[in-house]
Every structure is written in structure tokens, then in C-alpha cells.
């Protein structure tokens, strides 16, 4: 989604678990996929911010509500299928 380019410098990914979470809200009127990645874009990015070791860490949790509910993300910075640094999205307890 163009929202998600707009939001990293890197590629960006989630897990089924979460893409799971974003189909279930999708079904909420007035819910688009570009608005619920923003937010949970925009969250992922304060959390950075906000974090006192966010650069030396691979990985940052934070909360973000989704059609009223809050779920606890985790967003991940590793190689993916090369050596190339790719973000994924998922739940905490998820690798």
C-alpha cells in the first residue's frame, strides 16, 4: 500500500496474524487498509521516537487500538529473503 511507502525507507511486511487483524477490522464501515496501516504506522514510528534504546535494538513493542480493540505489536528489523534490511509486523509472541 502506498501508505506504507510513504511511512519507511525499507521494505515492510506482516505476518498472517496480523494481516488476520486488519481483514477483521476491514469489515468495520468506514475502515480501509491505508488508514489502518497509517495508523499503526504512525504508533510504530512514536514508539521509535519515544524509545531510549530504539537504535541499538532490533525490534520495538507498542500498543495500537484497531477498531477499538488493543492489540500489542511487535515490529522487527532483520535481513529478509537477502541480506537487505526488511520490517515486519507482528504479534510478541511471533518470530
Given at each position: 500500500a502506498d501508505s506504507i511507502r510513504q511511512h519507511w525507507k525499507h521494505p515492510f511486511a506482516c505476518t498472517s496474524a496480523v494481516w488476520a487483524i486488519i481483514e477483521e477490522a476491514l469489515a468495520t464501515p468506514g475502515q480501509d487498509v491505508?488508514?489502518?496501516?497509517?495508523?499503526?504506522?504512525?504508533?510504530?514510528?512514536?514508539?521509535?521516537?519515544?524509545?531510549?534504546?530504539?537504535?541499538?535494538t532490533e525490534q520495538?513493542?507498542?500498543?495500537?487500538?484497531?477498531?477499538?480493540?488493543?492489540?500489542a505489536l511487535k515490529l522487527h528489523i532483520g535481513p529478509g529473503d537477502t541480506a537487505a534490511p526488511v520490517l515486519t509486523l507482528m504479534l510478541p509472541y511471533e518470530d
Open positions: 491505508s488508514g489502518i496501516c497509517h495508523d499503526i504506522s504512525t504508533i510504530a514510528k512514536l514508539s521509535i521516537r519515544n524509545a531510549p534504546d530504539a537504535r541499538e520495538i513493542r507498542f500498543d495500537v487500538i484497531i477498531t477499538g480493540k488493543k492489540y
